[in-house]
């Protein structure tokens, strides 16, 4: 089935640093989206992509769609404690049931 | 203006116990969907549902499982007869259609003892 292959598995950063993640995938999809997640909560969107190449802002994350569809990344910059959380990378498939098709996640911490 | 919420957060079910879900979406959200999440995993879909439609199941297995979501009430994913590899955090999801990214709830730990 679809996978998605997310990198890296797990950042340690300074606060202030920027931070950069990325996914890729052997499939095409028509939309990217990313995700965070904190302890015992469910994932909560970040940055919708739905045209290949396009790059979009929110506050300090910025993220761009591949322009063959198949990848994705998301950069956050000057990093505080409260990013910490896992990042998810989700597609949704081309005609699909808009099912979306998650990566394994990017465990952030953020050292003080 | 309540989000997806979901009952209970916890549940705790012996062997061959049932486990009863419960999925309220947002107002005005008529598409549903149910993910199941592992330890150190992403999430995995199961189902996508629509009022008292199945869309796409393809990814709930075939046996003990079963979800709905009826003209009246929330979204329940039933697992019937549960083992231990169904402790897992179920997560729900909901949104007004389209190809967008929706909206998930705070999820349901279930644990099988």
Redesign the interface.
Known sequence: GQQ?N?SPQSMFIQEGEDVSMNCTSSSIF??W?W?KQEP??????LI?L?KAGELTSNGRLTAQFGITRKDSFLNISASIPSDVGIY?C?G?LRG??????????TKLTVNP | NAG?MQNPRHLVRRRGQEARLRCSPMKGHS?V?W?RQLP??????MV?LQKENI??E??MPKERFSAEFPKEGPSILRIQQVVRGDSAAY?C?S?P???????????TRLTVV
């Open positions: 998605l997310q028509n939309t989206l995700y015992g909560e469910g994932p909560v969107l919708a739905y998810f989700a949704q699909g049931s808009e099912k979306l098709v998650f990566g394994k996640g | 997806v598409h969907y993910y150190e995993e992403g999430l995995k879909f996508y869309i796409d393809s990814g997560f999801a949104s259609g389209g190809p967008y990214g929706y909206t998930f709830g705070s999820g």
